[in-house]
C-alpha cells in the first residue's frame, strides 16, 4: 500500500502540511556508537513528541476528545510540550474512558471521512474498551514486517492466523502482514470471551473441549494443502497445536511451518525454552512479541544463546514507547535490571495516549544497537492485580 505522501517509517497517505511528522529514526552505521545512537534516537523522540502533540491539539487537525479535554488541564499542550519528558505534565489516561461512545470523538478532525475501523479489547464483562483505526494497524504490521527474517518467513508464503479474532484487530493485522510479504492468511475463529466465561464458573471439561474445537480448526487448514509456511498463534495454542500433531505422528515442522511470531502473557522465558527446544526443533524459527491495541507490536531482543532465553521488547519507537516506571511514582523511571510497572505512550497520527499504566510489570533494560532505546524483560502481570487475572485458552 503505497501513496502519494509517504512519510519516513510510515506507508500511508495523510495531509501534507506535517510533512517531517515521524521523522527519520537514526540506525546504526560504521561511524555510529550505540551511545550516539541513543542520544540521536532521543532528539528525534522528543521532535516527534513536538509534532504529535501539535497534530492532536491543534484545532485544524485535532480530535474532538483532545480538543475538549485540553480545556480541563493546567497548562497549554501547544506550547508548553517541548520535548518527551513534558509528557509527565498530562495526569495519567484512564482506560475507562475508551468505554462507551461515541468513539469518533476520537478521530482527528484532519482524518475524518477516512474508512475507518473499531478495535476492541477487553469485554468478558462490562462495555469493551473500543479504539478507532483508520491504518495504524497497516502501518504498525508492515514496520514489524522489516524485523522478519526472509529466510523463515519466505516472501509470497501463506500465513494460518490462530489466535483471537472477533472485533480484536489480531485477525485483520495478521492477514495485512501476509498480504503485505506476498501471501494469503487463513483464519481461525476464536472467541476469547466466551472461553474466560466459562472458567470463572468453573467448566474446565468445556474450555478443554472449546480448545480442542479450535485446534480442530488449525489442524483442517494446515491439512488442506494451502501451502502454509508462516503463523502467528499464543503461547497456549502453539503447545496445543504442537501436542496434537506429535500425537498424530508429526509436527510444526512436518506440517510445513518455518516461522512463527508468538505474543501472550503465557511467554515466559521457561516457555521459549520449552518451544524451542520441545515443541519447534531448531528448524522452526520463533519470535517473541508484546503488544495490544494502543501499543502496536514491541519486538523481541535478537535470540542470542549466552541470554538464557532472555526475554527483552523493545516499542516500535516513536510511534509508542513505554518505560518502566516505580510503583509509586508513575513519573520515575527505574534504574537498569530493576523492577517497575510499564508505562505506555503512544504518539500516531490517529492517537495519542500521553501515559497509560499497563497492566504489567517487568525490568528496565539498556538499549540495544538494533533497537537503540529503552527495552523490558520479564514482562509479566502487576503483582497486585496478577491473582485477579483470568487467563483463557489464549
Request: proline letters at 7%; aromatic letters at 12%.
Amino acid at each position: 500500500m503505497k501513496s502519494e505522501y509517504t512519510f519516513p517509517g510510515e506507508r500511508v497517505m495523510f495531509p501534507a502540511a506535517f510533512p517531517s511528522l515521524f521523522g527519520v529514526i537514526p540506525t546504526v552505521t560504521d561511524n555510529n556508537n550505540l551511545d550516539e545512537l541513543v542520544k540521536q534516537n532521543q532528539e528525534a523522540l522528543d521532535a516527534h513528541t513536538r509534532e504529535s502533540v501539535q497534530w492532536h491539539f491543534s484545532p485544524e487537525t485535532g480530535s474532538p476528545y483532545w480538543l475538549e479535554k485540553a480545556k480541563t488541564l493546567d497548562f497549554n499542550p501547544l506550547t508548553d510540550v517541548n520535548c518527551f519528558e513534558d509528557l509527565n505534565k498530562f495526569p495519567l489516561f484512564e482506560d475507562d474512558e475508551l468505554r462507551g461512545g461515541p468513539v469518533d470523538r476520537w478521530i482527528p478532525k484532519a482524518l475524518l471521512g477516512k474508512p475507518t475501523y473499531v478495535f476492541e479489547t477487553g469485554g468478558t464483562t462490562g462495555i469493551p474498551k473500543s479504539r478507532v483505526v483508520i491504518d495504524d494497524f497497516r502501518i504498525d504490521y508492515e514496520n514489524f514486517s522489516d524485523t522478519l527474517p526472509d529466510e523463515s518467513f519466505p516472501k509470497g508464503s501463506n500465513w494460518l492466523m490462530l489466535g483471537p479474532s472477533g472485533p480484536r484487530r489480531l485477525r485483520l493485522a495478521v492477514e495485512h502482514l501476509a498480504q503485505y510479504r506476498g501471501g494469503i492468511s487463513f483464519c481461525v475463529d476464536l472467541d476469547p470471551r466466551w472461553v474466560v466465561k466459562l472458567i470463572k464458573k468453573g467448566k474446565i471439561d468445556e474450555v478443554k473441549e472449546y480448545s480442542a474445537h479450535v485446534i480442530d480448526q488449525a489442524m483442517a487448514i494446515l491439512g488442506a494443502g494451502h501451502d502454509i509456511k508462516c503463523m502467528f498463534t499464543t503461547p497456549k495454542l502453539l503447545e496445543a497445536l504442537a501436542m496434537r500433531l506429535m500425537d498424530e505422528g508429526s509436527s510444526i515442522e512436518e506440517a510445513g511451518i518455518k516461522g512463527i511470531f508468538c505474543g501472550g502473557t503465557e511467554f515466559t522465558q521457561q516457555w521459549y525454552r520449552f518451544a524451542r527446544e520441545e515443541l519447534l526443533g531448531e528448524n522452526v524459527y520463533i519470535t517473541p512479541t508484546y503488544g495490544n491495541t494502543l501499543m502496536g507490536l514491541a519486538c523481541g531482543r535478537p535470540f542470542d544463546p549466552a541470554d538464557d532465553y532472555k526475554i527483552t521488547y523493545y516499542a516500535p519507537q516513536p510511534r509508542a514507547v513505554i518505560r518502566v516506571v516505580d510503583f509509586d511514582d508513575h513519573t520515575k523511571v527505574v534504574g537498569y535490571g530493576e523492577t517497575g510497572r510499564v508505562k505506555l505512550f503512544t504518539m500516531t497520527k490517529e492517537l495519542f495516549i500521553p501515559g497509560f499504566l499497563e497492566r504489567d510489570e517487568g525490568e528496565r533494560e539498556v538499549p540495544h544497537e538494533k533497537y537503540p532505546w529503552d527495552g523490558v524483560s520479564g514482562v509479566r502481570p502487576y503483582h497486585k492485580i496478577a491473582q485477579s487475572t483470568t487467563v483463557g485458552v489464549y
